[in-house]
């Protein structure tokens, strides 16, 4: 059973910055795409960033220039670097990887940012 296990999430005031982490129990390149989605509250969950296991990216446009997603392949480990939150940012974060025709969900992780 794959496990993600995020961390890194909290409280951050706007403008500043927090870093995700994701720890995958299984090694990345066996990942097609990893990637982070985010739920606020009342909205759908969306993506914000995903990375192929060739290291091709994807950003949600209202991210881009502010997060950075990369990936550790010794430390089966994805980061989400946010710099620049805004309140607008404020919501649940998931780790997500997908594999063949299956798809893996970590916990998530709450990043709140107070303006």
């Known amino acids: 059973q794959v496990q993600l296990v995020e961390s890194g999430g909290g409280l951050a005031q706007a403008g500043g910055s927090l870093r995700l982490s994701c720890a995958a129990s299984e090694v990345l390149f066996s990942f097609r795409t990893m990637g982070w989605y985010r739920q606020a509250p009342g909205k759908q969950r969306e993506l914000v960033a995903e990375i192929t296991s060739s290291g091709l990216t994807n950003y949600l446009d209202s991210i881009k220039g502010r997060f950075t997603i990369s990936r550790d392949n010794a430390k089966n480990t994805v980061y989400l670097q946010m710099n620049s939150l805004k309140p607008e940012d404020t919501a649940v974060y998931y780790c997500?990887?997908?594999?063949?025709?299956?798809?893996?969900w970590g916990q998530g992780t709450q990043v709140t940012v107070s303006s």
């Open positions: 997500n990887a997908y594999r063949f025709a299956n798809v893996y």
